[in-house]
């Protein structure tokens, strides 16, 4: 039996400015992270037998999840599940654009980068409260902008995400305020399109 760990960041809570602020990064990642993986052992310690189960299967599986713990298992697997892809994706150093087998489909399928990005943007600013929004692989191996409320994971549904940017205020607020808007087009400046892509070939 194995508890679920705070993963640790591939980089140092700087390593994201100017872009996302040391501070936020901080918090975001040693105290709401923390937080998820904390609720989710305390939720499967009333059903150790789950403690077997990998992460992705637990949310993947929800419903096969006990009812009692259910809820506690959707928003805090979610959320570890949800933060441990985000700081992975955010990973500095990585190719600035998407290259190779990746831009082919996402230029058939959105037009251009900018397209995408503008879709994965407006996903964002259209989700009502909390949530997040993402770059996702569907059954026909399609790629897809969806967006999900609270700490919900695509893969719940069926889908593969591939890229995923939080839109809670706790990942924004303390630099930009209520300006989600701004935080998205500015969130697109960290992101690593090496792990995007592997995601991407993974996910096919
Ligand atoms: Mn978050």
Do not use: C
Not at 126 to 131: D, K, P, Q
Not at 141 to 152: G, I, M, P, R
């Amino acid at each position: 039996m194995t508890k679920h760990t705070l993963p640790a960041l591939g980089y140092g809570y700087e390593a994201l400015e100017p872009h996302i602020d040391t501070q936020t990064m901080t918090i975001h990642h040693s105290k709401h992270h923390q937080a998820y993986v904390d609720n989710l052992n305390a939720a499967l310690d009333k059903h150790p037998s789950l403690f077997d189960k990998s992460l992705v299967d637990l949310v993947k599986e929800l419903n096969s999840v006990p009812e009692d713990i259910r809820g506690a298992v959707r928003n805090n697997g979610g959320g570890h599940l949800n933060h441990t892809h985000f700081w992975e994706v955010m990973t500095p150093g990585g190719a600035s654009t998407p290259s190779g087998k990746l831009l082919e489909a996402i230029t058939s399928t959105f037009g251009s980068v900018e397209a995408l990005k503008e879709a994965i943007a407006t996903a964002g600013k259209t989700r009502f409260g909390s949530g997040w929004a993402w770059l996702v692989v569907d059954a026909n191996k399609a790629l897809k902008v969806v967006s999900t409320a609270n700490q919900d994971n695509p893969i719940t549904d069926g889908l593969t995400p591939i890229l995923g940017v939080d839109v809670w205020e706790h990942a924004y607020y303390l630099k930009f305020q209520n300006r989600r808007p701004d935080y998205l087009t500015t969130w697109f400046n960290v992101v690593n399109w090496d792990v995007v892509a592997r995601n991407y070939e993974a996910a096919l």
